[in-house]
């Protein structure tokens, strides 16, 4: 079952503009983190924010998470089309040593 | 960075045949993971590893699945026999620590196609 999803299948925006992609999760966690897999790669981390903090910055990136509402978001500005991928969020199962995937979301840059 | 080596990056096998993914993982982590990624879906946990031993094993991870490192040489997943719902991209994982609260460096993916 998926304990973590993203909020958007896709997403579009051209080069330059700002986007924010939503999660939202079902369980208690000590960590949610930010990936990104480009076309034909694995995925990359970008952004891990553990349970007592708020907010996490990486560059243009900025996560935020909310324990009370149980979600999150990550902040891309000034977006290039290098940035165009699937976005996932993940959390850690609790009791267990993996990283649960969300569904993703598809992010366009378009020039 | 580090990174995790995952070979081939393609296979094209017959149903019914064995396989074998290999993965290197990134030096001196302790915990290993394989995913399976069927074309633009969600990315699927199977199985963890540690200590020589699996600590957990999703659905998804069948009978016909079995991992192992032998003598901290790479880190394989192997199918037999395979069949023809095994197509899909598998991509292995490290991590220094469990995956909670660290980073999990993911291999490139092996795409294996069943035919």
């Known amino acids: 079952s998926q304990l973590a999803e993203e909020n958007s299948w896709a997403l579009s925006v051209h080069e330059g503009e700002s986007v924010t992609v939503n999660c939202s999760y079902k369980?208690?966690?000590?960590?949610l983190q930010w990936y990104r897999q480009k076309s034909g790669k694995g995925p990359a981390q970008l952004i891990l924010?553990?349970?007592?903090?708020r907010e996490k910055r990486n560059g243009r990136l900025r996560a935020t998470l909310d324990t009370s509402s149980q979600s999150s978001s990550l902040s891309i500005t000034a977006t290039r089309c290098e940035d165009t991928a699937v976005y996932f969020c993940a959390t850690d199962a609790p009791n267990a040593y993996k990283v649960i995937f969300g569904k993703g979301t598809h992010l366009h840059v378009l020039p | 960075g580090p990174k995790v080596l995952q070979i081939p990056s393609h296979q094209i096998i017959d149903m019914g045949q064995m396989v074998t993914l290999n993965c290197d993982p990134v030096?001196?982590?302790?915990?290993f993971y394989w995913y399976k990624q069927i074309l633009g879906q969600q990315m699927e946990f199977l199985v963890n590893?540690?200590?020589?031993?699996?600590?957990?094993k999703s659905k998804l991870f069948k009978d016909q699945f079995s991992v192992e490192r032998p003598d901290g040489s790479y880190f394989t997943l192997k199918i037999q026999p395979t069949a023809l719902e095994d197509s899909a991209v598998y991509f292995c994982?490290?991590?220094?620590?469990?995956?909670?609260?660290?980073?999990?460096?993911f291999g490139k993916g092996t795409r294996l196609t069943v035919v």
């Open positions: 369980t208690s966690i000590t960590a």
């Open positions: 924010i553990r349970s007592n903090e």
């Open positions: 994982a490290s991590s220094g620590q469990g995956a909670r609260n660290t980073e999990v460096f």
């Open positions: 030096s001196n982590h302790l915990y």
């Open positions: 590893f540690y200590n020589g031993k699996v600590m957990e």
